[in-house]
């Protein structure tokens, strides 16, 4: 299976991935993780994307169409992928679309993430993660069983830079402005199929299941 996760800020596409991922093999290439493992460490990459990070603007397509198509190729993704937060401008589509024509492929499922701006500020001010594993907590949905700590590990918890009430707003302007319109590209494609991602995340799972089955 090759999918496309689409949804704004905080719909649960990071929390989705994971489980997908265990239950069809599939890789979960999240760009928006790698870019902050770059800026993380310094990268020439991370350079580049760290001021458009902070703001909450969209890192340039030619930046994270490299790092797909790197990353598409390895053989731990020749069974299917999850793209979590990528394509996320009508561009960065076409150019998959391209680099998986090649590949004699394509795409078989783009999920909507479909959820109104209103929820979203109490889900990203609140979420929690793990950096080196990936875990996400919520404070209130999905809390760790000590505060600030990881479950597994015991390690510390952080929140993500960009995680505000003043930087969502931007994000979610990227998202309207630039995101949305490859989600009209692939339903012209008859690929697009909508979940109700303000639901309680087993449910939102359900939902994933039974389209994916
Ligand atoms: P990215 O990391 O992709 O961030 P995002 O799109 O803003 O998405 P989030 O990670 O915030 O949301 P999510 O849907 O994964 O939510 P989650 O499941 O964690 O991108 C960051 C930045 O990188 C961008 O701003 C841009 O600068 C750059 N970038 C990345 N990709 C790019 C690209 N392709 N092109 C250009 N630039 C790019 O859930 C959120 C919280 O809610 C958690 O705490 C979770 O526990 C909780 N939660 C989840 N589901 C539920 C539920 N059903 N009910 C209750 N709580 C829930
Ligand atoms: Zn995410």
């Keep these: 299976k090759r999918l496309i996760l689409i949804g704004p800020p905080g719909s649960g596409k990071g929390t989705q991935s994971p489980i997908i991922k265990d239950e069809y093999c599939l890789c979960h290439l999240a760009t928006g993780d790698m870019l902050r493992a770059a800026v993380a460490t310094k990268t020439p990459l991370g350079v580049k994307a760290k001021e458009a990070m902070e703001k909450g603007e969209l890192v340039s397509d030619d930046l994270v169409v490299g790092i797909i198509d790197d990353a598409i190729k390895k053989p731990s993704c020749q069974k299917g992928f999850i793209l979590d937060g990528f394509p996320r401008t ?62 597994v ?44 991602a303000d639901k309680p995340t087993e449910e939102v799972t359900k939902e994933v299941k039974m389209v994916l089955s």
């Excluded at 391209?98 to 109490?122: C, H, P, R, Y």
């Design 90 to 151: 009508v561009v960065q589509a076409e150019k998959l679309d391209d680099m998986l024509a090649k590949q004699g492929t394509k795409i078989d499922k783009v999920l909507n993430f479909s959820i109104d701006d209103a929820i979203l500020e109490e889900r990203i001010t609140g979420r929690w993660i793990h950096p080196s594993s990936g875990r996400t907590y919520h404070s209130k949905f999905a809390p760790p069983k000590v505060p600030g700590v990881d479950d």
């Design 153 to 196: 590990t015991g390690e510390p918890l952080i929140q993500r830079k960009d995680d505000t009430a003043a930087v969502l707003k931007s994000r979610l302007e990227a998202f309207h402005r630039q995101t949305e319109p490859v989600v009209d590209y692939y339903s012209k494609k008859g690929a697009v199929t909508n979940l109700h």
